[in-house]
Nanobody, 119 residues
């Protein structure tokens, strides 16, 4: 019923930038919140950034000051601008969308986008 499609991952050198996008599809209301988690091999999934429908944001400590999350509610799309990328940012980035509609699941996930930072 709800699908999240991510785009924008890839390979970049340390210090470079990438932008991820995540769009929700389906005849559903705008998500209460959207954002990204990431998971590196052998590591737990960790919060990268989240943003509410009203524009309030929160960031993981390791990305604060380097990454910026934004969203376009009219397009049900969230964006993650990643600057000053480091080797430690290499991971699969998973977009999420949260709902409070009783006819929907509380959370939906995207398929994941690989981000690889090289030296």
């Amino acid at each position: 019923q709800v699908q999240l499609v991510e785009s924008g991952g890839g390979l970049v050198q340390a210090g470079g930038s990438l932008r991820l996008s995540c769009v929700t599809s389906g005849s559903v209301p705008s998500p209460n919140a959207m954002g990204w988690y990431r998971q590196a091999p052998g590591e737990d999934r960790e919060l990268v950034a989240g943003i509410t429908r009203g524009g309030s944001t929160n960031y993981g400590t390791s990305v604060r000051g380097r990454f910026t999350i934004s969203r376009d509610n009219a397009k049900n799309t969230a964006y993650l601008q990643m600057n000053s990328l480091r080797l430690g940012d290499t991971a699969v980035y998973y977009c999420y969308a949260e709902y409070s509609d009783p006819d929907l699941l509380p959370v939906y996930w995207g398929q994941g986008a690989q981000v690889t930072v090289s030296s």
